[in-house]
């Protein structure tokens, strides 16, 4: 069985900090997806980030930054220099190899404040 | 322009109404998906059409019942509806199974049972 474990509820942070949104997995899968999507307000799904089981290099796209340790079975994300438009609620998902059911996390609500 | 697209956006309905939520993609893609958002935020996948063939039901009541007329297609019909029924209803598609890319999403409908 697949698990994704998003152990924070809720984050605040003012403008401007950087924020780190932990993900942990369970999965027996030995090839297996990760993911994140972003939920703002408006209450659309938007796809940020795939990474595969076997590509533990780390990514970077603008103030986004992905960690995958496949030793510690985490996917975190980080946020550099936060701004108001990133307030939303963050899903991390698992997919297995054959499977390929997506099981997502319980999802951390990010607060930016001015 | 719209790549997954779910009608209504909103559903408010009495206890023991049947109503329908249709889905329709535009990517040509042959896999779709209806996931169940909850009061806490909680994703969990309900169906899973591939070329209109079901592959995943996982335990949903026999009140929801999926119909796909086509692959573009994917609806999603629920009878006798309960207030546990209440909930933001996500259609989603992906080019084919098992290859793992990204879910598209549609909008989301909020289905409220009153």
């Known amino acids: 069985a697949q698990k994704v474990t998003q152990a924070q509820t809720e984050i605040s942070v003012v403008e401007k900090e950087d924020v780190t949104l932990d993900c942990v997995y369970e999965t027996r899968d030995t090839t297996y997806y990760l993911f994140w999507y972003k939920q703002p307000p408006s209450g659309e799904l938007v796809f940020l980030i795939r990474?595969?089981?076997?590509?533990?290099q780390n990514e970077i796209s603008g103030r986004y930054s992905w960690n995958f340790q496949k030793s510690t079975s985490s996917f975190n994300f980080t946020i550099t220099a936060s701004q108001v438009v990133d307030s939303a609620v963050y899903f991390c998902a698992l997919s297995g190899v054959p499977t390929r059911q997506l099981t997502f996390g319980s999802g951390t609500q990010l607060t930016v404040l001015p | 322009d719209t790549a997954v697209s779910q009608t209504p956006k909103y559903l408010v309905t009495q206890m023991g109404n049947d109503k329908s939520i249709k889905c329709e993609q535009n990517l040509g893609h042959d896999t779709m998906y209806w996931y169940k958002q909850d009061s806490k935020k909680f994703l969990k996948i309900m169906f899973s059409y591939n070329n209109k063939e079901l592959i995943i039901n996982e335990t949903v009541p026999n009140r929801f019942s999926p119909k796909s007329p086509d692959k573009a297609h994917l609806n999603l019909h629920i009878n006798s509806l309960e207030l546990g029924d209440s909930a933001v209803y996500f259609c989603a598609s992906t080019p084919r199974q098992g290859n793992n890319s990204p879910l598209h999403f549609g909008n989301g409908t909020r289905l409220t049972v009153t």
């Open positions: 990474r595969n089981s076997f590509d533990e």
